[in-house]
């Protein structure tokens, strides 16, 4: 047609939808930003309104307009390689991601090595605005991240019990059904040589998951103090196993921190020559996908991260809109799931009651 103009048409303007829609410019600004002082209404009209004339929301400028990065930041401290083959982080982090692609969130991750790095992380995310709020994993003792956010007004959600009250979502669960459920399956099979592998124990999380074991193990008349810590890597818990292994009356059954380091504890149990249950009998931490498919299947302890990441991008989300939690959120109990890695405990081990 004569006068017709080619090729992308021209942006919606402001004072187009404000003329369309009967209302101000500066009415149609707030509108379209998602400014306070507007009447649900009426933003809903020059809302549609707009859309009816082919705007669509500029993320930047929507940015730009109510100080918002429109990121989340995860932050792991973490030997890089037990990162790259631990299924709870990678799961974690896809519950993360299927939520914020519904949303304009992204997700902002750093991998660091050292307590002071993650101190530097979270100042380079939170300090400098590059984030809208954060997702705080693995809990430490004497939390100094905690204190940073609250300084900061920064809204984030804890997977775990912070120091201090907050107004701000708590993820909890509690992993005791699971671990008297575990040892009660050892005690039942007649070990008496129980040792566990834990995870380095200024983290929160790994020292009191090593203390609920201990406490059920002394109930069940099991010495509940033997114990070795490594980092959660498959080198590290190799290492531990052979030590465990080397010891003078070595144990019957080992109960380790995560699977990964368990698997590296069966090959270790099969290089000696020992067979898995018949002399040693071997429990994990985090049901990850291989362990149903070994031969034999690992006896482990389930939990649900794709869940609690998913969880945790909502509660965040609504956290950075102004929500405010009075109680923590109980999530998905850990459970206890017996396979065939686990079975009695062999006769001529059974007599010796210590280390």
Same mark, same amino acid.
């Given at each position: 047609?004569?006068? #017709? ?16 829609? &009967? ?10 930003? !998602? ?41 792991? +401290? ?8 631990? +299924? ?6 896809? &519950?993360? +991601? #299927? ?27 939170? !300090?400098? %605005? ?29 997977? &775990? ?21 575990? /040892? ?11 040792? $566990? ?16 074991? $201990? ?8 010495? %509940? ?43 270790? /149990? ?31 302890? #389930? ?36 396979? +065939? ?6 006769? $001529?081990?059974?007599?010796?009651? #210590?280390?």
């Amino acid at each position: 047609m004569a006068g #017709s103009s080619q090729g992308k048409s021209a942006p919606v303007r402001i004072g187009d939808v404000a003329a369309a829609a &009967g209302v101000s410019t500066a009415l149609v600004s707030y509108a379209l930003n !998602g400014r306070p002082g507007v009447k649900d209404s009426t933003r809903d009209h020059i809302i549609a309104t707009a859309r009816k004339m082919g705007w669509t929301p500029s993320l930047r400028a929507r940015s730009l307009s109510v100080s918002r990065a429109y990121a989340i930041g995860l932050v792991f +401290q973490a030997n890089p390689e037990m990162l790259a083959n631990d +299924q709870y982080f990678t799961s974690l982090m896809a &519950g993360i +991601q #299927s939520v914020l692609s519904a949303s304009t969130y992204s997700l902002v991750t750093e991998v660091v090595a050292r307590a002071d790095a993650e101190a530097d992380a979270y100042q380079r995310l939170a !300090g400098a %605005g590059r984030v809208d709020g954060m997702i705080v994993v693995d809990l430490q003792n004497d939390d100094g991240r905690f204190a940073f956010l609250r300084d900061s007004g920064l809204p984030f959600v804890s997977l &775990g019990r912070p120091p201090g009250d907050t107004s701000m979502p708590v993820m909890l669960y509690d992993e005791t059904d699971a671990i008297t459920e575990a /040892v009660a399956h050892l005690a039942g099979l007649g070990h008496k040589l129980v040792a $566990q592998v834990v995870g380095p124990q200024e983290g929160g999380a790994a020292l009191l998951r090593r203390e609920l074991y $201990q406490r059920m193990l002394r109930k069940h008349g099991l010495d %509940g103090g033997w114990w070795v810590e490594a980092d959660y890597t498959a080198p590290g818990g190799r290492v531990a196993t052979e030590a465990l292994l080397d010891a003078e009356a070595p144990p019957t059954a080992i109960i380790y921190s995560n699977d990964l380091m368990a698997l590296a504890g069966m090959s270790v /149990v099969y290089d000696r020559g020992l067979r898995i249950p018949e002399d040693v009998s071997i429990v994990g931490w985090d049901d990850t996908v291989v362990s149903q498919y070994l031969h034999p299947a690992l006896s482990t302890v #389930s939990h649900h991260p794709y869940e609690d990441g998913q969880m945790a991008a909502k509660l965040l989300l609504e956290a950075i809109e102004g929500r405010r939690f009075e109680v923590p959120i109980w999530t998905r109990n850990p459970r206890f799931v017996a396979r +065939q890695s686990t079975g009695p405990a062999p006769v $001529q081990d059974t007599k010796n009651s #210590s280390v």
